[in-house]
């Protein structure tokens, strides 16, 4: 089974409106990190926002909150107010803590593009 | 420097010739992770050092991939005899500690290509 999956290959989304990048992710680990990446056209990925498992509440940096269900096992993006710079490749990793493994595995990815 | 910083940023290779791939991590930065990503996929592990010890190389291919860091600080990917499956970016990425929250700071890649 795919540990991360992102269902969405690509979305087109209008300037200024929100949008929500889907995340589900499979482990029997009960202590693990959840991430998300920008991987723009340059090339690098540029860490956005981290969840822990046993986080009380979702994680917010700026425009990026994470939509975290730990019973569904969704950690789903949310940009709000999307930006053209926001178009972009997105990832969504994860960290298995007690498997002693410090790799991050990640999806497929969705490319977002911003329409004017 | 304030970032990682990988070179060559573009490497064409003939099938069968070897490569060294260089990765400088951010300065005091503990931890060291290699990724391979294939056009349109996500990166995938390959090899992660903790200083100058190689705790992980599961994700290492075939061994025709060799990764070393000797002095806990620069990071070079070795490929032996490189087959055309091997065109991918590989990305390195570094951690002040391995399980910090914070993430990792992934450098802009070398693009491999093997003809």
């Known amino acids: 089974a795919q540990k991360i999956t992102q269902t969405q290959p690509g979305m087109f989304v209008q300037e200024k409106e929100a949008v929500t990048l889907d995340c589900t992710y499979d482990?029997?680990?009960?202590?693990?990190?959840l991430f998300w990446y920008k991987q723009p056209s340059s090339g690098e990925m540029i860490f956005l926002i981290y969840q822990g498992s046993y986080d009380q509440q979702n994680a917010t940096e700026g425009r990026y909150s994470l939509n975290f269900q730990k019973a569904r096992k969704s950690a789903n993006l949310v940009i709000s107010a999307s930006q053209l710079g926001d178009s972009a490749m997105y990832f969504c990793?994860?960290?298995?803590?007690?498997?002693?493994?410090?790799?991050?595995?990640f999806g497929t990815g969705t490319r977002l593009t911003i329409i004017p | 420097g304030a970032g990682v910083s990988q070179s060559p940023r573009y490497k064409v290779a003939k099938r069968g010739q070897d490569v060294a791939l260089r990765c400088d991590p951010i300065s005091g930065h503990v931890s060291l992770f290699w990724y391979q990503q294939a056009l349109g996929q996500g990166p995938e592990f390959l090899t992660y050092f903790q200083n100058e010890a190689q705790l992980d190389k599961s994700g290492l291919p075939s061994d025709r991939f060799f990764a070393e860091r000797p002095e806990g600080s620069v990071s070079t990917l070795k490929i032996q005899r490189t087959q055309q499956e091997d065109s991918a970016v590989y990305l390195c990425a570094s951690s002040l500690v391995a399980r910090g929250e914070a993430g990792y700071t992934f450098g802009s890649g070398t693009r491999l290509t093997v003809v």
């Open positions: 990793a994860m960290r298995e803590v007690l498997s002693g493994n410090e790799k991050l595995t």
């Open positions: 482990t029997s680990d009960p202590s693990y990190g």
